[in-house]
T-cell receptor, first 112, second 110 residues
Framework: GEDVEQSLFLSVREGDSSVINCTYTDSSSTYLYWYKQEPGAGLQLLTYIFSNMDMKQDQRLTVLLNKKDKHLSLRIADTQTGDSAIYFC????????????FGTGTRLQVFP | NAGVTQTPKFQVLKTGQSMTLQCAQDMNHNSMYWYRQDPGMGLRLIYYSASEGTTDKGEVPNGYNVSRLNKREFSLRLESAAPSQTSVYFCARGPHGEQYFGPGTRLTVT
């Protein structure tokens, strides 16, 4: 079955790098996504990676994909207090229905 | 929220009452979705609609019905609300996995 797992909390100091990890079980997923949710708001798409890529960089964000281990990570360089939010990874189901399976979310807290 | 609106923002219901959550998009995308978000459980798909006139069950459809009235609008109905339906409800539109979410409806059932 499909299951996406994340650790619940991460706390980092402002200016440090943050690494949020995710594991998934459906190796045939073609796309994997990272979403951000700020307090009281809906989810916002941050970035995504195609399954034939190992890495994708977008400004302060770096996504790493280890398909063999079904492991996805999001690295945020120079973490700022505005990065404090809940981060969700999600995988696109491979059944052509355009459905996403979301992880439980990682709450990132950035302290000065 | 990338052109996805939801009403109402907040609602309190008594057990057994009914209500409809409204969602509309302004981008004319085929796919639309309804999720619920509960603490520690991420987002779970209730129903989705791949195109106008079609709807399909997601992971947690029991107790809900949906209507894809036209390409813009996708409503979620609770016929007889239960306390287990206390949650935050999000509507989203496609395309594909690049989903764009509304601001959510916070529903409490007492």
């Amino acid at each position: 079955g499909e299951d996406v797992e994340q650790s619940l909390f991460l706390s980092v100091r402002e200016g440090d790098s943050s690494v949020i990890n995710c594991t998934y079980t459906d190796s045939s997923s073609t796309y994997l996504y990272w979403y951000k949710q700020e307090p009281g708001a809906g989810l916002q798409l941050l970035t995504y990676i195609f399954s034939n890529m190992d890495m994708k960089q977008d400004q302060r964000l770096t996504v790493l994909l280890n398909k063999k281990d079904k492991h996805l990570s999001l690295r945020i360089a120079d973490t700022q207090t505005g990065d404090s939010a809940i981060y969700f990874c999600a995988e696109l189901t491979p059944d052509n229905t355009d459905k996403l399976i979301f992880g439980t979310g990682t709450r990132l807290q950035v302290f000065p | 929220n990338a052109g996805v609106t939801q009403t109402p923002k907040f609602q309190v219901l008594k057990t057994g009452q009914s209500m409809t959550l409204q969602c509309a998009q302004d981008m004319n995308h085929n796919s639309m979705y309804w999720y619920r978000q509960d603490p520690g459980m991420g987002l779970r798909l209730i129903y989705y609609s791949a195109s106008e006139g079609t709807t399909d069950k997601g992971e947690v459809p029991n107790g809900y019905n949906v209507s894809r009235l036209n390409k813009r609008e996708f409503s979620l109905r609770l016929e007889s609300a239960a306390p287990s339906q206390t949650s935050v409800y999000f509507c989203a539109r496609g395309p594909h996995g690049e989903q764009y979410f509304g601001p959510g409806t916070r529903l409490t059932v007492t």
